[in-house]
């Protein structure tokens, strides 16, 4: 686990610890491990939400273009630990405040899923629609999924909010630069929502 590391090519266009905007702003990193997931450590760059089990980095925000890429690591787990409102309080809300209506969710490093309520997923569907209507449509895309975290986010209905699955399966997004992932998973997402 300590080997996985948050992508770190993008960092000469963007630094959460040095946006003022971001959750994450002001955060030092140090070069010891002291964070877990069941045990093992994991990289000192990987960002706490308050969950037990999930970490996270912001890869890239670009506030006019109403969009940001975050990397997701560890076991999104809602039964026991309800790490939807961690990421949702802890995470999303601030960017949503800041105008954030386009969401990438890298997800490779995301090892497993447990699911419970709907209702963090159900507001932040709701909220993106109301952010910044002059950025076209809100929505929030998870990118390369592991096949039994996707059914299993099927199964409780969360692809009903996030979407997932199919063209959004972008194995070579490292090779571009964030705007133009992001162009590319926006367009992807104009078609799928028919805007």
Request: with cysteine; glycine share 8%; aromatic share 16%.
């Amino acid at each position: 686990m300590h080997e996985i590391e948050p992508y770190d090519n993008w960092q000469k266009y963007y630094r959460a610890e040095r946006d003022m905007r971001s959750p994450f702003y002001g955060r030092e990193y140090g070069i010891y491990y002291e964070d877990d997931v069941y045990g093992y450590y994991i990289d000192p760059r990987w960002d706490a939400i308050g969950s037990e089990t999930l970490y996270c980095k912001i890869l890239y925000a670009d506030y006019a273009l109403s969009a940001c890429i975050i990397e997701l690591f560890g076991e999104w787990n809602d039964t026991l630990h309800n790490d939807s409102m961690h990421f949702k309080r802890n995470v999303i809300d601030r960017l949503l405040l800041n105008g954030i209506s386009k969401y990438i969710l890298i997800s490779e490093n995301l090892l497993q899923f447990h699911g419970g309520d709907t209702d963090y997923y159900e507001e932040w569907f709701e909220e993106i629609e109301e952010v910044n209507e002059a950025s076209g449509p809100g929505w929030i895309a998870i990118l390369n999924q592991r096949r039994h975290i996707e059914e299993e986010m099927t199964k409780y209905g969360i692809d009903y909010y996030i979407n997932m699955g199919g063209t959004l399966q972008i194995e070579n997004w490292r090779t571009a630069k964030p705007k133009q992932l992001i162009a590319v998973v926006d367009q992807l997402m104009n078609r799928r929502l028919g805007a």
